[in-house]
């Protein structure tokens, strides 16, 4: 009797069962298919690995940056001025508690604490995909 891989559901056929071409071909099928998903993420990834880009503070709270995307990371850093003082946060998806005042979205990040939006302040932001 035959069993299936966890993974892809590929059907691994018994010692005692006979060689089915119509076996082999699904289990190809499903090989195709995942290379071509694989493939086409890796090809997203190697044309447009990060976005960039600025933001102006306007001191609203949950103040929303959209990106097209679900990022992966998110580094965020303000623009100072001498004597201003700068400030780095960074958010990661799928840690809860480190955003330090971003929140990872579906399209973007939202920036939750003060100090990532300060009225007049000019924020940079490197966003992985």
């Keep these: 009797m035959s069993n299936r891989t966890t993974n892809f559901n590929l059907l691994k056929p018994a010692q ?7 076996d082999f071909n699904a289990n190809a ?3 195709d298919a995942a290379l071509r998903t694989l493939t086409q993420r890796v090809d997203t990834l190697l044309q447009d690995p990060i976005s960039t880009g600025t933001y102006l503070g306007n001191g609203a709270n949950g103040r929303m940056i959209s990106l097209g995307f679900t990022p992966r990371a998110v580094v965020l850093t303000n623009a100072v001025t001498v004597g201003t003082g700068a400030t780095t946060s960074i958010a990661v998806t799928g840690s809860s508690g480190f955003g330090q005042g971003i929140t990872i979205t579906a399209n973007g990040f939202t920036v939750m604490a003060s100090y990532n939006h300060i009225n007049g302040y000019r924020y940079n932001y490197v966003a992985f995909r």
């Design 16 to 22: 005692e069962d006979f060689y089915n071409v119509d």
């Design 29 to 31: 099928d499903i090989i």
